[in-house]
């Protein structure tokens, strides 16, 4: 199983060669190292975030202590096993190539205390002159017309309350671009949580084909895409930008397994 942690950097719009645009959102996953091995299964403890060790508690000092980790991490996240993962190895953005879906995990945006308005979508109250004060009062919560019915609120009853920072996973998310030198990954379309938050990041649970990606605009193709625009007609643009198409998608299937191969 590929997994990693990393950092919601924010939404952004991308572009590919044809013209075509598509939200995204950018993660930033510093390369996460394993601390030890668990004894009672087959699990590994990886350290995210590097901070110093005196911003960390006592409690993850002596953790780092006890195996030997000169890096204080921030965050400490327990994961399965993936082939030769031993304490000292780094997991990197690398494993992940564009085309293939992942699951995004993440807490979403805590909101406090909220109205039912917000919280559940009801609708308001009338507006108009002689309504009263009843426009964003969630309403009754008898249960009954007396006697034991209405002596209690049934379980589940929607009402005001805590709204938010719920742990929430997305799948089924394209990833578009990685880069390994920003250590940055580019998945189509959002993910939960605010700007800053960790997330995980692990190759899907249902959906287990990867598709040929959109061919992005990127710092390596620019040149070529605006040179095809601007010196040439527009007949032979098109055909530059489908050689700049063409070379990508042979890139990336060099770059698929050999079982994706024989399928196709």
């Excluded at 780094?90 to 919280?119: C, H, M, W």
């Excluded at 995980?200 to 605009?217: W, Y």
């Excluded at 930008?241 to 994706?260: H, L, R, Y």
Aim: positive net charge; aromatic residues 6%; contains cysteine.
């Amino acid at each position: 199983m590929k997994y990693i942690l990393g950092k919601k950097i924010g939404m952004l719009q991308v572009f590919d060669v044809t013209g075509k645009v598509f939200p995204a959102t950018v993660i930033h996953c510093e390369p996460n190292k394993v601390i030890y091995e668990k004894t009672d299964n087959n699990n590994v403890v990886v350290g995210f975030d590097s901070i110093e060790s005196k911003k960390n508690n006592k409690a993850k000092q002596g953790i780092f202590k006890k195996h030997n980790c000169e890096t204080n991490y921030n965050v400490l996240y327990e994961i399965e096993k993936n082939g030769n993962l031993k304490a000292g190895s780094e997991i990197n953005v690398s494993q992940f190539k564009p085309g293939e879906y992942v699951d995004v995990q993440g807490l979403t945006k805590g909101r406090g205390f909220t109205g039912a308005i917000k919280r559940w979508n009801f609708k308001i109250g009338p507006l108009s002159h002689g309504a009263g004060w009843p426009h964003r009062y969630q309403g009754s919560i008898a249960m009954g017309r007396g006697g034991s019915q209405a002596q209690r609120v049934k379980k589940g009853q929607k009402m005001s309350g805590h709204y938010g920072h719920e742990k929430v996973t997305i799948q089924n998310l394209l990833v578009l671009f990685v880069n390994n030198e920003d250590h940055t990954i580019t998945i189509m379309g959002a993910v939960p949580g605010p700007n800053g938050s960790v997330v995980s990041i692990k190759n899907s649970a249902k959906n287990k084909k990867s598709i040929v990606a959109p061919v992005l605009i990127t710092q390596q193709n620019l040149e070529a895409v605006k040179t095809a625009n601007e010196k040439l007609s527009d007949k032979e643009a098109l055909h530059k930008i489908n050689e700049v198409i063409d070379k990508a998608e042979s890139a990336q299937q060099k770059n698929q397994p050999a079982s994706e191969k024989k399928d196709k």
